[in-house]
């Protein structure tokens, strides 16, 4: 690391949410946009050009091994995580890696193992985490504001065009709405309520085997629940309602982006407008640069043991649902 509190990001993979990553990233103090990685030398070129990034790269590798790299930004599919994520930590690279971190818990596991040993820092992108309305209503509830919170409702819902060989539906890319949106509502009950010790799920599944839609319902300890409906094939209402036993937080469309809350309680509805810097991708970057400025290997705000537990409950319900990937019958 070097010793002036400034870092140098890599980015790998510069596809669609690279580029989201890219603008939040000029919003961050103390950020270098050093360098960019491609399989293709020229779309690095490009991408790095477009970011004033002084760096390209025609291979992971390359930039996985550049001695003035920081932490890399992990942004391939979700298939390729654990593959990139070994290949920047055996390196001593800090790794923030896209949503969802890998395609199953053994993935995972072996990148928090892999981070240990290799004595790097490791954190899923999980963004929403560490936006300032999700903040605020884990704040809200924790003020007792709307007494003792019983249930969350939470969608996520949009319609893509079918394609087999597309992200959101090739197997072999880890596709499904479960892995890819699903990680939003699912991470936001575990944030509120913790582990679920019940989990009852059922999907519809696109020809090619994957989750075109997938409806949860969690039960947790105390006989809390949550309601989560994800889909691919539909434009859904994108909101998230907690409720408690003296009021209620809505987070309107979008609810997992920078945006507004309400807050009704039996003194009525109050808005609640959030102030935000950047485009919201910024946030998790400060939060990489706030640990390993701290000297500390993992967030406890998104901590290894969040993203395993993540997995493992998305694990439970494909294992419900029978969607399997050709990628859980290798690397054991
Ligand atoms: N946080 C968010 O809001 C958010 C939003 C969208 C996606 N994501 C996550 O980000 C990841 C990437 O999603 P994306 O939508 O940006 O995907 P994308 O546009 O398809 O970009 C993925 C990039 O990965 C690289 N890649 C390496 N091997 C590949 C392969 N075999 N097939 C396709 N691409 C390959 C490609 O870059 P090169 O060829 O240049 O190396 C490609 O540009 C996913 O895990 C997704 O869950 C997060």
Redesign the pocket.
């Known amino acids: 690391m070097n010793m002036h509190q400034t870092y140098r990001w890599g980015m790998?993979?510069?596809?669609?949410?690279?580029?989201?990553?890219a603008s939040g990233l000029q919003y961050v103090p103390g950020a270098e946009l050093y360098a960019i990685?491609?399989?293709?030398e020229v779309?690095?070129k490009n991408?790095a050009d477009q970011y004033h990034a002084p760096v390209s790269y025609g291979s992971?590798e390359a930039l996985a091994t550049d001695p003035l790299v920081d932490i890399i930004y992990?942004?391939?599919?979700?298939?390729?995580?654990m593959e990139?994520t070994l290949l920047c930590l055996e390196h001593g690279k800090a790794v923030l890696?896209?949503?969802?971190l890998a395609i199953n818990s053994y993935q995972v596991e072996t990148m928090i193992q892999s981070a240990k040993e290799n004595d790097s820092f490791l954190m899923e992108?999980?963004?929403?985490r560490f936006l300032p309305n999700i903040h605020r209503a884990k704040e809200l509830v924790e003020s007792g504001k709307i007494g003792v919170i019983n249930h969350l409702e939470a969608d996520f819902g949009f319609k893509a065009d079918y394609d087999p060989h597309?992200?959101l539906f090739d197997p072999?890319?880890?596709g499904g709405a479960l892995?890819?949106i699903g990680?939003y509502p699912l991470f936001f009950a575990l944030y509120l309520f913790g582990v679920p010790n019940k989990v009852e799920s059922e999907a519809k599944l696109a020809p090619t085997g994957v989750d075109e839609s997938c409806r949860v319902k969690l039960t947790f300890a105390g006989g809390e629940t949550a309601n989560i409906y994800i889909t691919v094939t539909e434009f859904t209402a994108v909101e998230a309602r907690i409720e408690g036993d003296q009021g209620a937080i809505h987070l309107p469309n979008r609810w997992?982006?920078p945006g507004n809350l309400a807050i009704t309680t039996e003194h009525g509805t109050e808005d609640i407008v959030m102030d935000f810097v950047g485009n919201g991708?910024n946030y998790q970057a400060v939060e990489v640069m706030n640990c390993l400025k701290e000297g500390r290997r993992e967030s406890t705000r998104w901590s290894h043991n969040d993203s395993l537990q993540l997995m493992r409950l998305m694990d439970e319900i494909r294992e419900q649902c029978g969607i399997e990937y050709p990628a859980d019958h290798i690397d054991r």
């Open positions: 790998l993979a510069p596809g669609k949410i690279a580029h989201k990553f990685a491609s399989r293709d779309k690095a991408f992971y992990i942004a391939t599919p979700h298939t390729f995580h990139n890696c896209e949503k969802p992108a999980v963004w929403s597309s992200r072999a890319l880890g892995l890819d990680i997992y982006q991708y």
